[in-house]
């Protein structure tokens, strides 16, 4: 089966480069049960536990899942949600980004004004269990491995997808960077386009 090399997830400013090496896309497919799972995320700076089942009451769920906090892709597209958060909200879905960094890491991310802005939640899957719910990837992190801080990262990355999933807790949407060559506004500006569609009664 061949293998794809993606293109690298951080921006120049990060110290090293971070490269997936992954089998073909097998994340889970539109119409599979999306995986629950309870965990500990961060909104503004504080740590909550966030459960999908509990938000699934509310309305769809956009779960994005990113490499790493404070890295040049997925800086891009906190702050792209953030932006757009308000047209989320109007449609009835939550956000909730998911990644392998420590609460700790998450804890600033999400009330840093650049990103998050405090605008959504960022949860932690350390272990990658919840990625791997999913069927998504988890590369080993490279030694030494710094952010666009400085700071070291010292965790796995999670390939980046983005699941939306409507009220019956069926997946409705699979967006992928590896499979279908997205870049991280992508991610956003589908699942919006998605979840807009979903509030009128459309299937996507």
Do not use: W
């Not at 061949?2 to 951080?10: D, E, Q, T």
């Not at 971070?18 to 309870?38: H, K, N, R, S, V």
């Not at 939640?121 to 999913?134: E, H, K």
């Not at 400085?150 to 990355?157: A, D, K, P, S």
């Amino acid at each position: 089966m061949k293998k794809h090399l993606a293109r690298p997830i951080a921006a120049a400013t990060v110290t090293a480069t971070l490269f997936f090496a992954t089998a073909a896309f097998a994340a889970l497919e539109p119409g599979a049960a999306a995986p629950d799972f309870t965990t500990q995320a961060s909104l503004a700076g504080k740590a909550f536990t966030f459960s999908l089942k509990d938000a699934l009451k509310k309305g769809p769920v956009v779960v994005y899942f990113y490499p790493s906090a404070y890295t040049g892709g997925c800086d891009i597209e906190a702050h792209t949600f953030a932006n757009e958060k308000a047209k989320f909200d109007a449609a009835g879905a939550t956000i909730i980004g998911v990644s392998a960094d420590s609460i700790q890491r998450l804890n600033d991310f999400s009330s840093d004004p650049k990103y998050c802005a405090g605008k959504f939640p960022v949860a932690s899957d350390a272990t990658g269990s919840i990625a791997a719910s999913y069927n998504l990837k988890t590369e080993a992190g490279q030694a030494g491995l710094k952010d666009v801080r400085g700071v070291e990262i010292g965790h796995g990355f999670i390939e980046r997808t983005t699941f939306v999933i409507g009220r019956d807790g069926k997946i409705m949407a699979t967006l992928s960077s590896e499979a279908d060559h997205l870049h991280p506004e992508d991610h956003v500006k589908k699942s919006l386009a998605i979840v807009q569609q979903l509030q009128t009664g459309k299937t996507p």
